[in-house]
């Protein structure tokens, strides 16, 4: 919040070097501003601040950079538990995974090789190769479900 306030007084301000002032000494999570940092010391800034909190001070760097790794790494955990993110299973080429259309409906499709970025497969479609995401492509399985063929469309049915 504090972030999006700071860019808004980049644009509003008549002086946009108080605005960059203001917004390289207000510190990032980790409690260090991005001048303390680089420079290792606080800026002075407009803001009335005693005389003692303005001393320099070394900044580990590994340390810090160590902080940061677990810190993203922490933040990615939460956000695949709070979004329910899973690693989804390899496909190996060969296999006939339905693909979802932008429609919304299937069509057969089996996946011919996985390409050199991850998570992506080309897949064969009657008369066309197309790139997909793993994402885009979900695997059937055939004992829970009746699946129905409709010319080259997959409908699957649960009960």
Same mark, same amino acid.
């Given at each position: 919040?504090?972030?999006? =306030?700071?860019?808004?007084?980049?644009?509003?301000? =008549?002086?946009?070097? $108080? !605005?960059?002032?203001?917004?390289?000494?207000?510190? $990032? &999570?980790? !409690?260090?501003?991005?001048?303390?940092?680089?420079?290792?010391?606080?800026?002075?800034?407009?803001?009335?601040?005693?005389?003692?909190?303005? &001393?320099?001070?070394?900044?580990? +760097?590994?340390?810090?950079?160590?902080?940061?790794?677990?810190?993203? @790494?922490?933040?990615?955990?939460?956000?695949?538990? &709070? +979004?329910?993110?899973?690693? %989804?299973?390899? $496909?190996?080429? !060969?296999?006939?995974?339905?693909? @979802?259309?932008?429609?919304?409906?299937?069509?057969?499709?089996?996946?011919?090789?996985?390409? =050199?970025?991850?998570?992506?497969?080309?897949?064969?479609?009657?008369?066309?190769?197309?790139?997909?995401?793993?994402? =885009? %492509?979900?695997?059937?399985?055939? /004992?829970?479900?009746?699946?129905? /063929?409709? !010319?080259?469309?997959?409908?699957?049915?649960?009960?």
């Amino acid at each position: 919040m504090i972030r999006a =306030a700071e860019k808004k007084l980049l644009q509003k301000n =008549a002086d946009s070097y $108080l !605005g960059l002032l203001a917004y390289r000494s207000s510190p $990032l &999570h980790n !409690g260090l501003a991005p001048s303390e940092i680089l420079m290792s010391q606080k800026l002075r800034t407009t803001l009335p601040v005693l005389g003692n909190k303005l &001393h320099s001070k070394v900044i580990d +760097h590994e340390e810090l950079q160590q902080k940061e790794s677990a810190y993203c @790494t922490k933040y990615a955990s939460n956000y695949n538990q &709070h +979004h329910k993110a899973k690693e %989804l299973p390899t $496909l190996t080429p !060969g296999e006939r995974p339905p693909e @979802t259309d932008l429609r919304d409906r299937k069509q057969l499709a089996t996946v011919a090789s996985q390409t =050199a970025n991850p998570r992506s497969y080309t897949v064969s479609v009657p008369g066309n190769k197309l790139r997909r995401n793993r994402s =885009a %492509l979900v695997r059937t399985d055939l /004992h829970d479900r009746y699946v129905k /063929h409709f !010319g080259r469309y997959i409908i699957a049915t649960f009960y």
